[in-house]
């Protein structure tokens, strides 16, 4: 039985063989500490990190490559913004399509008196810039919002929400995860102060990779950091380096999955992001206007894909969302995600609480043929009663 992975907005796979292969090649001839020595491999090392910065710089339209903070994932770099920007007093708004990386840390700041508004999205995930913009108090310092929704795809406006910030001198921090590498991102244009991503999913990087770009607009002297230790510079020193990206990078980095992300970099930008949302549109559109001619199947999401991620969620009716992955894994060897995606406001907000969804998330190396066989097993699992069923389960 053939795999078929989609799976892609928890992680890609396969990665473009030139990530595995500077993966090796560094790991064999280059794998030194950075920036801690001056022997040829440890400047090796420090060069690549360059590099790999310079490229995501460029891949992302950041002026500034220093402004990349490099870290160990998307939820990562949501936590040192969160963290280190806000205060006891300060007031945030934020949507309920959040992943828990967005959530969870705001619940842990209320207790030092930090606050929260969730802004409903409607009930395909879309935020209206307006109702964002309605939520602000005289108290708010930063809104934070995903860029598009891991559970429905959608694509919300952050231009709009970004210049809604900027009218009231805030800052936006918007959550990447699902977008960096898929949908073209140009911090130069994008009324964004903080951009977090992360190299596992849409990047076709290894895990434990990621980033936070830090715009001009924010004042480090009021950016505190989350952690503090050895950067390879200023060693003298007793507090931690205040320069970029130092100030956010405590610790011996991930110099090998950097060296991948990098080959990662390379590879999209050869392709063009435009190219590769071309594609997944493609891919997406095939994919939604089948589930939605099943019947028995209730699908999730924006009606337009041109307003969609890679991703699309359902459920079935008979069936947990758990069991009918279950049987396009075991039966069809189709691999996807089920249950709350880590998301249970938005899940909620769909109104598909407490047992959440079948999410099928495609990438750039998924074929038409690959949907057409997902939705020929969709439809006869859906369709399948008496003893088919009971096989099925099985």
């Known amino acids: ?46 060069q690549e990190m360059s590099r790999v910065r310079l490229k995501l710089a460029r891949l992302f339209n950041a002026a500034d490559p220093n402004r990349i903070v490099f870290t160990c994932n998307a939820t990562d770099a949501l936590n040192i913004a969160l963290k280190g920007l806000l205060r006891p007093g300060d007031h945030v708004v934020t949507s309920t399509m959040e992943h828990n990386s967005v959530v969870r840390p705001l619940k842990a700041l209320e207790k ?68 960096a590498g898929t949908i073209p991102v140009d911090l130069a244009a994008l009324p964004v102060d903080l951009y977090a991503f992360t190299g596992h999913k849409g990047l076709f990087g290894p895990p434990g990779t990621g980033g936070l770009f830090i715009g001009e607009r924010v004042n480090l002297a009021g950016f505190d950091t989350i952690k503090e230790g050895g950067t390879g510079m200023r060693s003298e020193e007793a507090l931690q380096p205040a320069e970029l990206p130092h100030r956010f990078e405590s610790g011996t980095p991930n110099t090998v999955g950097l060296a991948g992300l990098g080959a990662a970099a390379e590879f999209i930008s050869g392709i063009g992001v435009d190219r590769i949302r071309e594609h997944e549109i493609g891919l997406m559109r095939r994919l939604t206007e089948g589930l939605r001619r099943i019947r028995g199947l209730h699908v999730y999401g924006p009606e337009d894909v041109e307003k969609q991620g890679a991703l699309v969620s359902f459920t079935a009716d008979g069936w947990q969302p758990a069991e009918f992955g279950g049987v396009l894994d075991q039966s069809f060897g189709i691999a996807c995600r089920t249950g709350l995606h880590c998301a249970p406001d938005a899940v909620k907000t769909i109104g598909a609480y407490p047992l959440g969804t079948v999410r099928l998330s495609l990438s750039y190396f998924n074929t038409m043929e690959q949907v057409d066989a997902a939705l020929a097993a969709i439809e006869r699992i859906v369709g399948s009663v008496g003893p088919e069923a009971v096989r099925l389960r099985e």
């Open 112 to 179: 030092r008196g930090v606050t929260a508004t969730k802004v409903a999205a409607a009930k395909d995930g879309r935020l209206e810039p307006g109702d964002v913009a309605r939520a602000i108090r005289p108290e708010t310092r930063l809104i934070v919002t995903t860029h598009v929704s891991n559970v429905t795809g959608a694509v919300q406006a952050v231009h709009d929400i970004g210049e809604a910030a900027r009218r009231r001198g805030l800052l936006y921090l918007v959550d990447g995860a699902q977008s």
């Open 1 to 46: 039985m053939t795999l078929i992975y989609f799976d892609n907005a928890a992680t890609t796979w396969p990665k473009p063989e030139s990530v595995y292969e500077a993966m090796d090649r560094f790991f064999r001839l280059s794998a030194a500490n950075p920036g801690r020595s001056a022997h040829k491999m440890a400047l090796t090392a420090e």
